[in-house]
């Protein structure tokens, strides 16, 4: 693409997420909050169903409220593009939004170019989780992730403790048919998905691009170790059964386990919560999370049964328990080689630095992949910055990506 093609590319993707951060997309005035089933979610699904049609897409949205747009008759052969366009609860206007709007460039950039690529557009529900506390639930539903129970009954808002079932239903959509989301994935010979880093690999090795290889898998967990409360100042250290001595042990082996598992296993314990919580007092309890992730799955599913067994014996040893709890887990996914191939083929064309590297985000690309050869390109996000209204990325690496997105679609095509 010439450079003035580019440019053009990249005012288009820098005018679409400035509207998307507009009163009209966010229920916030200090950050990006929109969720499912709320007015300014709504509005962005309508933006984008406009730009779509404008292309001469067929836009719909499956029974319960992922939005999908075609330029070919359903169930015919096409190349899946897209995204999320939910946010963080505090969130910037970038993560899931540019991947969306990058998808949408391709699609014009298709159509300008006279290529007429068979394109199917997908801007998945809920990724982030900020309506129900569920992780990528549009795609988890769509891959048949979930249970009709959970959708019933485990899965509820955050904002009102209703199911989604019920909130779906309010909203205009068809929960019951959800079984029938896994057709959206029908005909796609492929998936790319943009996205930014979350992380500053991109930005401190001086690369515009990222390929992604493979995508992290994780467990999140909950450690709660049982001491005893007593006077933080009348109880002699010997006379402790202070939790937060466990704690602090976890901490220390987590990164020493996550280190000595390499292959870029890490480990992160990002909740802590002590009761009672008062300074003049010893802890009775202490409950820690653990997120651990990798792209080998043996090697992070170890370190969970390692900082486990490490938890109990380190209470025992200090006649206290320890009790490890399982909440979610996903596996890695491993991304299509021949997708992967093609892009990096497209990257090295544009002879802008790029890198092959894995994600260690989750993304709705991880449900796709079971059904559908896929892959990711990743864009820098400043100082790795995200989840934060100080989000920042650059829409010309955004057109950049689009740019190589096109070529490599293109260069699958039978």
């Not at 779509?52 to 593009?81: H, M, Y």
């Not at 049964?305 to 200090?318: G, H, K, V």
């Not at 328990?321 to 990257?347: K, N």
């Amino acid at each position: 693409m010439s450079g003035d093609g580019r440019e053009r590319s990249s005012e288009r993707i820098a005018r679409d997420i400035e509207t998307l951060s507009g009163a009209d997309y966010t229920l916030s005035t200090d950050a990006i909050r929109r969720y499912a089933y709320t007015s300014v979610y709504r509005n962005t699904l309508d933006y984008f169903t406009r730009a779509l049609q404008e292309l001469g897409f067929e836009v719909n949205e499956d029974p319960v409220g992922t939005l999908i747009a075609r330029n070919r008759p359903s169930g015919e052969p096409a190349f899946g593009v897209g995204s999320h366009c939910d946010s963080n609860r505090n969130g910037g206007r970038y993560d899931g939004t540019m991947g969306v709007v990058t998808a949408l460039e391709v699609c014009r950039l298709s159509a300008e170019l006279g290529l007429d690529l068979p394109l199917q557009l997908i801007s998945f529900l809920e990724e982030e989780g900020s309506g129900f506390g569920q992780m990528l639930l549009g795609s988890r539903i769509m891959a048949q992730r979930v249970t009709e129970e959970e959708l019933k009954e485990s899965f509820t808002a955050l904002d009102d403790g209703r199911s989604f079932w019920d909130h779906a239903l309010e909203a205009g959509y068809e929960p019951g048919r959800w079984r029938e989301s896994i057709h959206v994935l029908d005909g796609l010979t492929g998936w790319i998905e943009m996205h930014i880093e979350q992380a500053r690999v991109l930005q401190d090795t001086g690369n515009r691009i990222g390929v992604v290889t493979a995508i992290a898998g994780y467990i999140h967990a909950d450690v709660v170790v049982e001491g005893r409360a007593d006077h933080a100042g009348a109880t002699p250290m010997d006379f402790r059964l202070d939790p937060g001595l466990v704690l602090a042990e976890c901490v220390i082996e987590l990164e020493r386990l996550a280190r000595a598992a390499g292959k870029g296993t890490v480990g992160t314990v990002g909740e802590i919560e002590v009761h009672p919580s008062l300074i003049n007092a010893i802890p009775e309890r202490i409950r820690f999370s653990l997120d651990i992730r990798g792209v080998d799955e043996d090697a992070f599913r170890g370190v969970a049964r390692d900082i486990a067994a490490f938890a109990e014996e380190a209470a025992r040893r200090r006649a206290m328990t320890a009790h490890y709890r399982e909440r979610q887990t996903l596996s890695a996914t491993p991304l299509d080689e021949r997708i992967v191939g093609a892009l990096e083929t497209a990257a090295t064309v544009t002879g802008e630095p790029f890198m092959l590297m894995p994600s260690g985000a989750a993304h709705d690309t991880m449900c796709v992949a079971d059904h559908v050869p896929s892959a990711m390109v990743f864009v820098p996000c400043r100082d790795g910055i995200s989840h934060s209204p100080l989000e920042d990325a650059d829409p010309e690496d955004a057109a950049l990506a689009a740019e190589i997105i096109l070529a490599a679609i293109r260069s699958l095509q039978p």
